[in-house]
């Protein structure tokens, strides 16, 4: 069993930024795609980032594009999100989640199988 556990979010104002970790318990995170995904309350869960197996490859929503960096560190079993130039409409909460192993990344939220506890995101003007 995987388990995900999220921290670095908080209350920030427009513009500044914030970088949200979650750390995997597996001992196969360097063969699992991990994604970050948000909620933000009202409204449906969300793609943000994702990144292969090995960092190599990334993916991102357009809102986020040029913002935002997904990174992961497989020694240290955690993945980032590297999140800059925040904006009111970022507030959510944030989930990172993981695939089972060997898959590739993918963009759609079931197609994760392990999920963090959610962490809070607000971005005050």
């Known amino acids: 069993q995987v388990q995900l556990v999220e921290s670095g979010g908080g209350l920030v104002q427009t513009g500044d930024s914030l970088r949200l970790s979650c750390a995997s318990s597996?001992?196969?995170?360097?063969?699992?795609?991990m994604g970050w995904f948000r909620q933000a309350p009202g409204k449906e869960r969300e793609f943000v980032a994702a990144i292969s197996r090995s960092g190599g490859t990334t993916y991102y929503a357009d809102s986020v594009k040029g913002r935002f960096t997904i990174s992961r560190d497989n020694a240290k079993n955690t993945v980032y999100l590297q999140m800059n130039s925040l904006q009111r409409e970022d507030t959510a909460v944030y989930y990172c989640?993981?695939?089972?192993?060997?898959?590739?990344?993918?963009?759609?939220?079931?197609?994760?199988?392990?999920w963090g506890q959610g962490n809070q995101v607000t971005v005050s003007s």
């Open positions: 597996g001992r196969t995170f360097s063969t699992s795609a």
């Open positions: 989640a993981a695939r089972r192993t060997y898959l590739g990344a993918a963009l759609n939220s079931p197609s994760y199988d392990y």
